[in-house]
């Protein structure tokens, strides 16, 4: 039984009771989907709309725009379920992950994936997956607070499998423990009992929290300007309608040019926009192993100035390896010797320093040790796999050192191999004082530059009976071995990028000081030879402490509940801090953070709940990506706030100059939701997908106080739909003028609107290149959006019934290549405004 379930029982079981998870936590379906988009303030006017043109009598009209309707909300279901898509995808990497043992070896699955009659191990931290009873217990104590409401942690132990089931938490039963109490202390194995609906938090009907639900800081922003922009654009438009009526005494009318506008001004992309960039932005991070589990971390992460980070396991990689070999006549160096292989002088102190160790290791300096010697010694006669073990002493607070016993096949003496501190080492081999100088001056070198060193002794002894003490063998020694947790390979080059970024990297660690340098100068974090100590921490006033987090990047002997009051004083100098952390004790300081990052491979669950993002590999360098996607994220969103800005004054312009000046309506209805057709998907799928500047990660941090509507955007957008409105004004009259055609006049101008609008996002597509130099530039969607407007255009343009319910006239060619003429001069207007304003900026 504790070899726990087969992998194809464990399907089976899957597929027959269903995935360990509550109903409540589903998402949006497709109804809700269709009520929502129907209930849209854009749906409603068009409706309102279509209404108007079959009380006039335009019957095609009418039907023309419920054909748009019906577009318009398929974009909008499409763009809303590929969103929805992202964030149930993320629900599913959000989950508590279980550790439980399939086909006898322990594996790391997600909580839903959980079945009854699996053995989960339980560890300090984790999130209890489903309902268990305990087989194995040790020191275990639980705290059952979100069932029972009672917040002192509750103690359990082991008993035999019940015949019975159905405990109730807190009812007294010591073997259970319950899906959603967490551990707060030992470890334990125990078999699954209930899962989903049928635990006991299924049954009490209580929900965990899921990914998506906050309203974020632009969010908020955003709500705010979508009303104010509503409510004065409705006024406009009920005055606009009046003043139609005044005018014309048409009054049927009058309300069509005010709809019109009303649809022209409300920004309802907005939302959308955000939704999107947002909920795919959380997805491309998922993708590079980075988990957002709140989207202001998103937002936030453009804005960060301190990374706090641990080392191990973050900077370094978590396992210990072999970095130096050591005797009186030769050395070798891992990092310098490369691929060359080790010296012949060597190889008896790594054959003996593996032969002191276990061959099935648990401890990370012995798999080290014994991974180096099947790397270093493989085909040479170092390696005994045919020598048996006949006895070992093992390490005791009086002697820091363990010897192993081994009887070779073709030799009748024992030979005893011993590793342990080098002086314990030193000890047993009885060196003299000038001996054990020169040993001791190379373990200080070897501690210096961050290494954990290890002595290598051997022996053989002749008697059958072994002694009762180390002691007792003659060791001669052989020589050290000094191990590290190497520096990940990507993380140099990830501190380089951003140290480019205005992004300071401060290590926090556990380790000694001079452990704590020697990572931090391989990693190529400055150090500027200062550190301060968890010892030194208490005795530093709070003026103190900031003064020296000014030039301090390192933070060694560090204890959990510390790191609290170090990003407190980050925070309090106005910095804007993300902070790693993986154990129980790490949380507060992960909650006080304004990014929380927890590890995912190593960390706890109430670690990763803590934290707004999860790394799933556990590598810094991830956390460098997620900072390159925040800063994308929160760039594109003001590019699409540009484009919004500058087509929507020539759409609101067109609506309000023809009744002002008497002329006849130039947009309608079918115009404005043509428009919507390029409109949205350019900025929800256009701009999103937009990669990152080339300089983006080498300016500074934003100011975390920065407007996504602040003046730079509008400026922008009011300059290039300024110009575009005035073109369009100018090639609206003279058309007119020299044709006597409105029906022409509107053509012309529309076309040369909607290829502009084009041009309009090609050209805020990237801030810093021109748009010539950005034409080639990868995006997959651009030109599909391109070629389909056009297309569209082109249909509406010369298919006669189209252009009848356009109110088109066909232009002749000579106009086409004066409408052509006019992009052009649009294109260079925008291309001048946004390189007038770059140097502006600079």
Not at 18 to 24: I, K, R, V
């Amino acid at each position: 039984m504790h070899d726990g379930l087969s992998d194809s029982e464990a399907s089976r079981r899957l597929a027959q009771e269903g995935p360990n998870e509550l109903p409540t936590s589903l998402p949006r379906g497709v109804l809700r989907l269709l009520r929502d988009i129907v209930l849209e303030p854009m749906f409603l006017l068009l409706v309102a709309c279509g209404g108007i043109y079959m009380l006039l009598g335009d019957r095609s009209e009418a039907l023309m725009l419920l054909g748009f309707v019906f577009v318009v909300m398929g974009i909008t279901f499409v763009q809303q379920r590929r969103t929805e898509r992202s964030l149930e995808a993320l629900r599913d990497l959000s989950s508590p992950r279980a550790l439980v043992m399939r086909d006898g070896q322990p594996r790391r699955i997600a909580g839903r994936e959980v079945v009854c009659g699996d053995i989960v191990l339980l560890a300090e931290g984790d999130r209890v997956p489903a309902d268990l009873h305990l087989v194995e217990a040790s020191n275990l104590a639980v705290d059952e607070s979100l069932l029972t409401g009672e917040s002192a942690p509750v103690s359990k132990q082991a008993a035999p499998m019940p015949d019975q089931t159905g405990a109730v938490p807190g009812a007294g039963d010591p073997a259970k423990v319950f899906s959603g109490t967490l551990v707060t202390q030992g470890t334990a194995r125990g078999c699954v009992m209930a899962t989903g609906e049928r635990s006991a938090l299924g049954r009490i009907g209580k929900s965990l929290a899921s990914i998506g639900g906050e309203s974020t800081p632009i969010q908020q922003e955003t709500a705010r300007i979508v009303k104010r922009v509503a409510v004065a654009g409705l006024a406009l438009a009920s005055v606009l309608a009046l003043a139609y009526w005044a005018t014309t005494g048409d009054w049927l009318h009058g309300l069509l040019a005010g709809l019109t506008l009303a649809m022209g001004i409300l920004p309802e992309e907005l939302p959308v926009v955000l939704t999107i960039f947002l909920g795919l932005g959380a997805w491309r991070l998922a993708r590079e192993k980075v988990l957002a589990r709140s989207t202001p971390a998103i937002e936030l992460l453009g804005a960060t100035t301190v990374l706090c980070v641990d080392k191990t396991g973050t900077l370094t990689a978590n396992r210990m390896a072999v970095r130096r070999l050591w005797t009186e006549s030769a050395m070798y160096d891992s990092v310098q010797a490369g691929t060359n292989p080790l010296q012949e002088a060597l190889h008896e102190v790594l054959e003996y320093a593996v032969l002191a160790s276990h061959r099935q290791a648990f401890d990370p300096m012995e798999t080290a040790i014994g991974d180096a010697g099947q790397r270093l010694l493989a085909d040479t006669e170092h390696l005994h796999a045919d020598w048996t073990l006949v006895d070992d002493y093992p390490l005791s607070p009086e002697m820091l050192a363990m010897s192993r016993v081994w009887q070779s096949p073709d030799r009748g003496e024992r030979m005893i191999a011993a590793k342990g501190a080098p002086e314990a080492i030193v000890d047993l081999c009885h060196l003299d004082a000038a001996h054990s100088a020169r040993i001791a001056a190379q373990v200080a070198t070897m501690a210096g530059d961050g290494l954990r060193v290890l002595g290598v002794a051997r022996a053989t002894f002749d008697a059958h009976v072994l002694p009762g003490n180390q002691h007792d063998f003659e060791f001669e020694f052989m020589g050290l071995v000094a191990l590290q947790d190497p520096v990940r390979p990507d993380v140099p080059q990830a501190i380089a990028e951003c140290r480019a970024a205005g992004i300071r990297v401060v290590m926090i660690t556990g380790d000694h000081p001079a452990t704590a340098i020697s990572v931090a100068r391989q990693a190529g974090l400055s150090t500027n030879g200062q550190f301060v100590t968890g010892v030194e921490l208490p005795a530093l006033s709070d003026d103190e402490l900031c003064t020296r987090l000014a030039d301090t990047n390192i933070f060694c002997r560090v204890q959990p509940e510390q790191k609290l009051r170090l990003v407190q004083a980050f925070r309090a100098r106005g910095d804007i801090v993300a902070m790693t952390g993986d154990g129980v004790n790490d949380a507060p300081a992960l909650k006080a953070a304004h990014i929380g990052v927890a590890m995912g491979a190593r960390g706890t669950d109430v670690a990763r709940e803590a934290a707004a993002l999860v790394l799933l590999n556990d590598d810094f360098s991830s956390l460098v990506t997620a900072v390159r996607y925040g800063r994308r994220v929160f760039a594109n969103l003001r590019k699409a706030i540009v484009f919004l800005v500058a087509v929507h004054i020539p759409i609101v312009g067109l609506s309000i100059m023809p009744v002002m000046l008497g002329w006849p309506m130039l947009l309608m209805p079918v115009h404005i939701l043509f428009l919507q057709l390029v409109i949205d998907p350019a900025c929800s799928v256009v701009f999103e997908d937009e990669a990152l500047e080339p300089d983006a990660m080498k300016a500074r941090p934003r100011d975390p106080g920065m407007h996504l509507f602040n003046a730079e955007v509008l400026i922008r957008g009011a300059w290039q739909g300024g110009g575009l409105l005035a073109m369009l004004l100018a090639v609206y009259v003279g058309v007119r003028l020299t044709m006597s055609s409105d029906d022409l006049a509107r053509a012309l101008t529309f076309m040369v609107l909607v290829v502009s609008s084009l041009g309009l996002i090609h050209v805020n597509r990237s801030w810093g290149r021109t748009s010539w130099r950005s034409l080639w530039a990868s995006n997959r969607y651009f030109g599909w959006i391109v070629l389909g407007a056009l297309a569209l255009l082109g249909a509406a343009l010369g298919i006669p019934e189209l252009s009848r319910l356009f109110a088109f006239a066909r232009p002749t060619p000579v106009m086409l290549w004066a409408g052509a003429g006019a992009v052009l001069v649009n294109l260079l207007w925008f291309e001048g405004v946004k390189w007038g304003l770059g140097r502006r900026d600079a």
